[in-house]
């Protein structure tokens, strides 16, 4: 039997955004616009440093994320959605309503 979702973008675009952290992260930033690591592990809640690195890592190689490095001592590095993580906006929001109405 054919696999359908090998000849589908959907698998690509799943693979993407669905991942330990990664929805929780761009909807972080799609409130917040701007956050430092710190912060988002905070709003992330119970992450360790080596999956949130991670998860951020792979946003941003995906290009849905962008993290800015400040030269300056204490090191300072923010992250916001990149024009690509925010056409994904307008679906996060239905998934949010779908849940909601689905719970």
């Known amino acids: ?30 409130h917040s616009e701007v956050l430092r690591y710190n912060e988002l592990k905070r709003a992330v809640g119970d992450v360790s440093f080596k999956s949130l690195t991670r998860a951020l890592k792979e946003l941003e190689s995906d290009g849905l994320i962008i993290r800015i490095e400040y030269p300056v001592i204490p090191p300072k590095v923010e992250y916001r959605l990149s024009k690509k993580g925010q056409t994904l906006v307008p679906i996060m929001k239905m998934l949010c309503k779908w849940g909601n109405e689905n719970k």
């Open 1 to 30: 039997m054919q696999n359908h979702l090998e000849n589908c973008w959907l698998k690509h675009a799943l693979k993407q955004i669905f991942g330990k952290y990664k929805i929780e992260i761009m909807y972080n930033l799609l």
